[in-house]
């Protein structure tokens, strides 16, 4: 059995670039303002150390805009890491930007081959199963690609088709607990999680089922009162972040750090 999917004592985050203003997003709602992303990045590297990780912070990468999603062109456990394919054009570069962070920090690194797209914000990490989310950066071969390297460190990939109209698949669902899933209503219709229980999101609230568990704490994103109150109801320690900037790049709390327990512990 895998080792636990939320007790994490390490994580790697980028900060973000300048470039950041020239983000990708799907519906624009103008450009983030730096110094308010900036903040907002700074304030989440403090809710994971408050939550007793310790983060180790990469320098701005200005050629790539979206570099601050470190999640995207990796995926980490403590056993070992596996790079990444990106499948947005402006952002497959960054795969071989944080090349040389993981092989620092892991013994282990797997490489997929060079055909296909994998994008770290499809993975779903549960228990028994690694899901794979096809969407518009994640394709059959790259999450076919992905199956097999995870078999590789030993873990059961298992690829999902999540509804229309989702960037990826944990803009949708992110993980509570090692048996529960916070949902959107959509992705709860869907039902592509087999023997997860699942908490869906106050209708209107939908950028809330991106969460983030870490060890005791659940962060969210703030002004979701209603997940909040749904949460803390449910016996979750919430903890809210603002994400108001990092919002205007489509991106989310999963997307801004890889994660990890270290094997040492
Ligand atoms: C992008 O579209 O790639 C970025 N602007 C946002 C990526 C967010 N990543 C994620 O949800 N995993």
Redesign the pocket.
Known sequence: MAASVFEFDRALVREPAESAVN????VDRGAPEIAGLKAEHAAYVDALTVCGVTVERLAADEAFA?SM?V??PALVFGEGAILLRPG?AS?LGEAAAILPELRARFATVLTLPETGFA???DVLVTPDTVYIGLSA?TDETGAEHLVAALRDLGRNGEIVTPPEGV??L??ACSLLDAETLLVTEAMQNADLFAGMRTLVVPDGEEAAA?ALRVNDTVLIAKGSSRTAELLDGAGYTVREVALDEVMK????L??MSLRWRSERR
């Open positions: 983000g990708l997003r799907a979206d999603f999640e995207d947005a952002r994008d770290g914000g950066r960037l990826h944990k803009t991106n790049l489509d991106a989310g999963s997307c």
